[in-house]
């Protein structure tokens, strides 16, 4: 998930991945959880002794600090950014969901399910008696109607265009009164990581109403209106929105109240009755905030420096987990100079990712050399091919290409505000690697986010900084959505590959998974080799609390679980 604009919506077939889960009594995913530390991840049952106190030795509220904000709402037909899909995540639930702290995915709206043997039809068996917070009842009409309001809206920058889900998802039938089935298009192994993502969550019909035809724009989508009955279409999860504050499209505050038709709240959830979310400017003020102790939890952004700060500061609990996020270079291939390979290449070579975790992140990120992340499934370090900072081998390509000192590669280097975390620290990181090479000058300009996204739509942009969240936690998500076969997409970089379409339906279409190591390795060193892009690093998550807050989980998924925090008192 980038918040960007729409992704390439042609998708190919992949693999079906037949299988079929049956729940245990109870929702049982919530039994383990994981509690991280400033060096490691670390199982531990969510009956620690601090939690098996009385319910009364637990507060009733917590205060959360974040700089970050709702990019536009908190409707699962539109948020594509990371705040409001998190809002979604605490407001509402899927059919499906991840285990805190593993991408394992098990039943959450959903009891079980099935897949038919040639992986075109998957049957959900819903739960029954459960309540909307408003009181309507959740059943398989409502599903289908989530769904097909979701295809009749087709936000082009929202999830489900992004994701590609119409193309996959042919339809939706109500087989049974608490029985959903999804009918696709083409065999998709990866549809129940795609079940666990919003855009299939279903909404409160009452409160999102399905347009009369198919929008191409924000048409029908449930927007901020200072009234909070009505700009919350979610309302099956362990929170209700019962306060939302905006100022010039910034959040100011939100609050969220335990939902009291909350399926699952026999198992304790949420953890705590109340939360409190206050919005920041900066880090610098997010810092003074938590230091002073008017909030309880530092989530989204602190400083490097102050994340640092805290590894030894013994007043305050450092929370470090994985991380999926990565952050990459782009250019533009249908602008000099960035049409000739050879100068993408120079770049590759002459970039210091070290040099950018080490001063920016102070050890906080790590180099990252493929867009497929360290960890997941088929990664390789395609990059090492260049080295790091190798500017003899970056001299020698820009020799090639017809560059010297006297004869400098010059071009602009953009970069977004009010948006990623220092991305005036990474692009003056990466001015001062390229120009080590004294044949190249960089002139470095930034523009606020929702214009940097309407400049690179446009096409405006030589070489530009984007980020990745993940949609679903696999590397097709990792790839394709980076490199569709117009060479538009979200990225508009311009690059078009027949070798890399193939690569990437085999990927996808293939039913032997003993060739997909393979193949994704081949998706890899191709992009090492053409350079549409360069991966520069992979971030951590991480969260400061005060001594008396816990349950924070942090995991490969990036969700972070507001229900499942607590403080003592």
């Not at 992949?14 to 991840?41: C, E, K, P, Q, R």
């Not at 999804?182 to 549809?191: C, G, K, Q, R």
């Not at 190591?517 to 350079?531: F, N």
Request: hydrophobic share 40%.
């Amino acid at each position: 998930m980038s918040a960007t604009s729409k992704k390439n919506k042609t998708y190919v077939a992949a693999v079906v991945l037949i299988v079929i889960v049956l729940a245990g009594v109870g929702y049982y995913f919530y039994s383990s959880s994981v509690t991280t530390t400033t060096t490691s991840m670390t199982s531990s049952a969510m009956t620690s002794p601090a939690m098996t106190s009385s319910v009364s030795a637990y507060k009733d509220t917590i205060v959360v600090g974040t700089t970050d904000s709702v990019e536009t709402t908190i409707d699962p037909a539109d948020a594509y950014d990371y705040f409001g899909e998190s809002m979604i995540q605490n407001l509402g639930a899927g059919l499906v969901d991840y285990r805190p702290g593993t991408t394992t995915i098990v039943p959450a709206l959903a009891t079980d399910w099935t897949v038919s043997p040639d992986g075109l039809t998957w049957t959900f068996n819903l739960r029954q008696g459960i309540k909307f917070a408003d009181g309507t009842p959740f059943n398989a009409t409502v599903e289908k109607y989530s769904v097909d309001r979701q295809f009749a809206i087709d936000e082009p920058e929202g999830p489900f265009a992004g994701v590609g889900y119409d193309t996959i998802i042919n339809r939706t039938v109500v087989s049974g009164p608490y029985q959903v089935q999804f009918v696709l298009n083409h065999p998709f192994s990866a549809f129940l990581a795609i079940a666990a993502f919003v855009p299939l969550w279903p909404i409160n019909p009452n409160v999102a109403p399905t347009p009369m035809y198919k929008c191409g724009d924000t048409c029908g989508v449930v927007n901020y209106t200072g009234n909070t009955a009505t700009e919350n279409p979610n309302g099956l999860g362990p929170y209700m929105l019962t306060n939302w504050q905006r100022t010039a499209g910034k959040d100011v505050e939100i609050d969220l109240t335990a939902n009291p038709n909350y399926w699952n709240a026999s198992a304790g959830i949420p953890k705590t009755k109340n939360i409190i979310i206050k919005f920041f400017t900066d880090s610098t003020s997010l810092n003074l905030a938590l230091q002073s102790g008017s909030i309880d939890i530092a989530y989204r952004q602190l400083a490097a420096a102050d994340i640092q700060s805290y590894k030894s500061n013994p007043n305050f609990h450092l929370w470090v987990g994985p991380g999926q996020f990565i952050q990459y270079l782009c250019f533009n291939e249908m602008q000099a100079p960035f049409n000739n390979t050879l100068v993408r290449q120079a770049i590759a070579a002459a970039i210091d990712r070290s040099l950018i975790t080490n001063t920016v992140f102070l050890g906080q990120a790590t180099p990252l050399y493929s867009m497929i992340p360290n960890g997941m499934s088929y990664h390789i370090d395609a990059f090492k091919v260049y080295g790091d900072a190798n500017i003899t081998y970056a001299e020698t390509l820009l020799q090639r290409a017809g560059y010297s000192a006297s004869n400098p590669l010059k071009f602009t280097l953009t970069y977004p505000t009010g948006h990623y975390s220092s991305t005036d620290g990474i692009s003056s990181t990466i001015k001062q690697s390229l120009e080590k090479t004294g044949m190249i000058q960089v002139t470095l300009a930034n523009e606020p986010w929702p214009n940097y996204k309407a400049s690179n739509r446009a096409g405006q942009f030589q070489a530009y900084i984007y980020g990745w969240y993940p949609d679903y936690v696999d590397p097709f998500d990792y790839t394709y959505p980076f490199l569709p076969p117009d060479g538009i997409g979200f990225l508009h970089t311009h690059y078009v590959s027949p070798q890399m379409n193939q690569l990437l339906q085999a990927a996808g279409s293939t039913t032997d998974m003993s060739t997909l190591p393979g193949t994704y390795a081949h998706v890899q060193q191709l992009i090492a080799t053409d350079v549409p892009m360069v991966p520069l690093f992979q971030g951590i998550t991480t969260c400061v609390t005060n001594l008396k807050v816990g349950g924070v989980v942090l995991d490969p998924t990036t969700i972070f679980r507001y229900y499942l925090l607590w403080e003592t008192t």
